[in-house]
């Protein structure tokens, strides 16, 4: 048996039947030339069932008994049942998108089974216009957003012309890195190697020692600077913000980033603020559609990934906290808002170690762990009202043995009082926007598409902003 970090068993700890822990994808490919798509799904399934030498990560387990030892410790599985965790569907007619995203919906509310290596993925022919998708889940405790991406990408290749396409679990992946020559590092001595050693651990012994200083001075900026939303502060009651079950609604479109990248430059702001704008308009306007627009602003919950460009897979985020601007009308004001939000709170991580950055995402996130206790919801004051992800991804477009990958929409977890989550991917030159929400709570999921677009216009033609130096 392998312990279990805490960042990893509390995802199995939170996780109930209503409130299922794991992340997802769904991906869309367009089959190479001369190709059908029976004939892609056939290659992907064929291709998928003889990866048998699997990544240590796909072979975890929660250790039996699963509800007591499996919150502490991780079991390797021997083998890896194929026809249970890679599936084929066929949509029914007439192979529409939304049957694709009803398909997503209905089995993103499924828990996985902890008795097994918790991921599956499912090979989704039917679609109309001639592609095929793949839609997987895998446990958070194992993955987070920012590694599934990197996991995806690992299987994808620029080349047309390369056949040696697999599934994202293959050691061979693995193997394929280690092979791609690296300019060689330094020799160091003995002492070297030891007071370094020894320096790390100083480091980190100072990080922690900070702690205190550096949650002293997050209570004054949040005091002092009205910008900075800090940690413990209200956030509005919402539709957002109730118990949910666990049937899901899931909504999925792409926008060109050239076009969000125009939009940015046009306001001198970052690309990530055009994100979080778009989704401010578009929740201004479904909230209202549903008489729930609150007269206080939203306040979103924004992951921040701490991985660096050679870290290792897992589990590496802190979070942010943003003011939405959702009670302001002109969306010139609104973005100045918004921006001047997100600024505050870049400067105060920034003026961060990692190990204060976590505290600071920890003491940000908190309220998740009780989440599922009875009556928390209801009657304990929020910090926020939903999470908003970017995971940014290769700017080219991207294949699998030929075929071109055309879509990759992130599929997230709502959580009780989080009833949606927004997360967006950015691959081959597309903004990906997966919106997953509680089936019950939030009707007409899809109509938030629509405002999406609208906030995207409005940003194109308002006058540029001056942000207050």
């Known amino acids: 048996m392998q312990y279990m970090p805490v960042t990893q068993s509390m995802f199995l700890i939170a996780e109930t039947r209503d409130q299922p822990m794991h992340v997802g994808g769904l991906q869309l490919f367009i089959p190479r030339e001369g190709q059908t798509a029976e004939e892609l799904a056939e290659e992907l399934h064929e291709s998928f069932v003889a990866a048998t030498d699997i990544q240590e990560t796909f072979l975890k387990r929660p250790a039996s008994p699963a509800n007591l030892a499996g919150y502490t410790a991780w079991q390797l599985a021997h083998d890896i049942d194929f026809d249970y965790h890679v599936r084929r569907a066929i949509l029914p007619r007439p192979g529409e998108i939304k049957n694709l995203l009803q398909y997503v919906s209905l089995n993103h509310g499924a828990l996985l089974d902890r008795s097994r290596p918790m991921w599956e993925v499912h090979i989704i022919e039917g679609l109309a216009d001639g592609r095929v998708a793949l839609y997987t889940k895998v446990h958070h405790s194992l993955v987070d957003g920012v590694t599934a991406l990197r996991m995806l990408q690992r299987t994808l290749t620029t080349d047309p012309d390369d056949r040696t396409g697999t599934a994202f679990w293959d050691n061979e992946i693995l193997r394929r890195r280690k092979k791609k020559p690296r300019a060689p590092k330094p020799q160091k001595s003995l002492l070297s190697k030891v007071t370094g050693a020894v320096g790390s651990a100083v480091g980190i012994a100072d990080d922690l020692v900070g702690i205190a200083p550096a949650a002293a001075k997050v209570a004054v900026t949040g005091v002092l600077d009205r910008d900075f939303v800090a940690p413990l502060q209200q956030a509005p009651n919402t539709l957002l913000n109730v118990p949910i079950g666990s049937a899901r609604r899931f ?44 007269d206080d602003s939203l306040t979103a919950c924004l992951p921040v990934s701490l991985h660096s460009e050679g870290s290792g897979d897992g589990n590496s985020i802190t979070a942010i906290l943003v003011r939405m601007a959702t009670d302001i009308a002109d969306p010139a004001d609104r973005l100045r808002e918004i921006t001047a939000s997100t600024t505050s709170a870049k400067i105060v991580v920034r003026g961060l170690k990692p190990l204060q950055s976590l505290a600071l995402g920890a003491a940000n996130v908190w309220p998740l762990a009780f989440a599922p206790v009875p009556g928390f919801v209801d009657f304990t004051p929020r910090g926020f009202n939903l999470m908003i992800s970017s995971v940014p991804g290769p700017e080219e477009v991207q294949y699998w043995n030929g075929a071109q990958l055309d879509g990759c929409y992130p599929v997230s977890i709502p959580m009780e009082g989080l009833a949606m989550n927004i997360t967006i991917t950015t691959v081959g030159g597309k903004a990906n926007f997966g919106i997953t929400g509680a089936r019950a709570q939030l009707p007409r999921l899809q109509r938030i598409l629509d405002h999406l677009e609208t906030a995207l216009t409005e940003l194109e033609e308002i006058e540029p902003i001056h942000l207050a130096q």
């Open 251 to 294: 909504a999925a479109q792409d926008w060109p980033t050239d076009r969000l990248r125009d939009a940015a430059r046009r306001h001198h702001i970052t690309f990530n603020d055009v994100l979080i704008a778009m989704c401010s308009g578009a929740l201004r306007r479904y909230l209202d559609d549903n008489d729930g627009l609150p």
